[in-house]
């Protein structure tokens, strides 16, 4: 079974910056699609952003996009998802998870990625607090 395990949250000031860390147990991130999502207190679950890692093809929610970065470290199985210029609206638990994707599943994952219900495996999350 696959394993997540998120890392790099924390308490930060407005306008600071932080790189999360989610560690993927076994060598999956060539057949596999991930995605991070964040849930506020009251809130539903928001996808932020994911990857096909066969296509090297990422995608942003709107709310973040331009703040947001995705990007990996093969070597360590860990995916990174880099926030710049935190607001306290930022502020929640921030989720990784995996779904398998073969090539038509990675063709279709642009239709898809936002669905948290797709997804098999997630971490247990990271909180990100954001003080003004």
């Known amino acids: 079974q696959v394993q997540l395990a998120e890392s790099g949250g924390g308490s930060v000031q407005a306008g600071g910056s932080l790189r999360l860390s989610c560690k993927v147990s076994?060598?999956?991130?060539?057949?596999?699609?991930m995605g991070w999502f964040r849930q506020a207190p009251g809130k539903e679950r928001e996808a932020v952003a994911a990857?096909?890692?066969?296509?090297?093809?990422?995608y942003y929610g709107a709310a973040v996009k331009d703040r947001f970065t995705l990007s990996q470290d093969d070597s360590e199985n860990t995916l990174y998802l880099d926030i710049k210029n935190l607001n306290p609206e930022d502020s929640a638990m921030f989720y990784c998870?995996?779904?398998?994707?073969?090539?038509?599943?990675?063709?279709?994952?642009?239709?898809?990625?936002?669905?948290?219900?797709?997804?098999?495996?997630w971490g247990q999350g990271t909180q990100v607090t954001v003080f003004s």
């Open positions: 998870a995996a779904k398998v994707c073969y090539y038509q599943e990675g063709i279709q994952f642009g239709d898809n990625w936002m669905d948290s219900k797709s997804y098999r495996y």
């Open positions: 990857i096909y890692f066969g296509l090297r093809a990422t």
């Open positions: 076994g060598n999956i991130l060539t057949r596999h699609c």
